[in-house]
T-cell receptor, first 114, second 108 residues
Framework: EAGVTQFPSHSVIEKGQTVTLRCDPI?????LYWYRRVMGKEIKFLLH????????ESGMPNNRFLAERTGGTYSTLKVQPAELEDSGVYFC????????????FGPGTRLLVL | KNEVEQSPQNLTAQEGEFITINCSYS?????LHWLQQHPGGGIVSLFM???GKKKHGRLIATINIQEKHSSLHITASHPRDSAVYIC??????????FGTGTSLTVIP
C-alpha cells in the first residue's frame, strides 16, 4: 500500500510569488492534516480535513494560506503571496475515519522563500 | 510556552548505552505519541499511548497520566537509532501538538 506522498519535495521561491503544495493521502483515508515546522520551532498544526470538508482550520496563520481538498482525495495548500517567514517544512498526514489518532505522515515539502 | 516539552534537546551516546528521552505535557490528552524522523526522512509513528507501557523491540515507552509525563527508552543503542525523536499529544480535536524533538546521535 502506498504511503502519504507530497509534492514537491523541495521548493525555492522569491518573496511575493505563489507556491502550491500537494498531498496525496493513503487511499481511503478520510482525515487529512497539514502541519508546518519553521526553523528551530516545533511542528505546528495548520488544518484538518474530513473528506472534502474543513473540520478545523484554527492553525492557519493568515489568509495568504488556502487549503483545498476537492473530491475528498488529494489536498493542496497554496501560499499567495509567499513571505520570508513562510519558509519551513510542510507535512501532510492522513488517518482512516475510525482511527483518528493514528496518523501517517508524508515526507514533507521543504519550502524556502528568498 | 509550548504545551509539550521534551528533554534533552540533543543527546549523544555511545553504542550500547541505555537512552532515555523525556516528555512532559500541560493539557489533558486523548493519547501521547512518540515519533521518529531520520535525517532526510519522513516521520514515522513509534508508539501511541494512553496509559501504562508499550514495548517494541529495543524501544520502550511509558506514560504517567497523573504526572503528565512520558519517557521513551532505547536499550542497547545502535548508530541506526540516530534520529530525531518527537513527542506529540492528541486531544479531543485529534490534531497533534508536538514537542520540539530530541536529536539523538549514537556513536559507534
Amino acid at each position: 500500500e502506498a504511503g502519504v506522498t507530497q509534492f514537491p519535495s523541495h521548493s525555492v521561491i522569491e518573496k511575493g510569488q505563489t507556491v502550491t503544495l500537494r498531498c496525496d493521502p493513503i487511499s481511503g483515508h478520510d482525515n487529512l492534516y497539514w502541519y508546518r515546522r519553521v526553523m528551530g520551532k516545533e511542528i505546528k498544526f495548520l488544518l484538518h480535513f474530513v473528506k472534502e470538508s474543513k473540520q478545523d482550520e484554527s492553525g492557519m496563520p493568515n489568509n495568504r494560506f488556502l487549503a483545498e481538498r476537492t473530491g475528498g482525495t488529494y489536498s493542496t495548500l497554496k501560499v499567495q503571496p509567499a513571505e520570508l517567514e513562510d519558509s519551513g517544512v510542510y507535512f501532510c498526514a492522513s488517518s482512516p475515519r475510525d482511527l483518528v489518532a493514528t496518523q501517517y505522515f508524508g515526507p514533507g515539502t521543504r519550502l524556502l522563500v528568498l | 510556552k509550548n504545551e509539550v516539552e521534551q528533554s534533552p534537546q540533543n543527546l549523544t551516546a555511545q553504542e550500547g548505552e541505555f537512552i532515555t528521552i523525556n516528555c512532559s505535557y500541560s493539557v489533558g490528552i486523548s493519547a501521547l505519541h512518540w515519533l521518529q524522523q531520520h535525517p532526510g526522512g519522513g516521520i514515522v509513528s513509534l508508539f501511541m499511548l494512553s496509559s501504562g507501557k508499550k514495548k517494541h523491540g529495543r524501544l520502550i515507552a511509558t506514560i504517567n497520566i497523573q504526572e503528565k509525563h512520558s519517557s521513551l527508552h532505547i536499550t542497547a543503542s545502535h548508530p541506526r537509532d540516530s534520529a530525531v525523536y518527537i513527542c506529540a499529544v492528541t486531544r479531543a480535536g485529534n490534531q497533534f501538538y508536538f514537542g520540539t524533538g530530541t536529536s539523538l546521535t549514537v556513536i559507534p
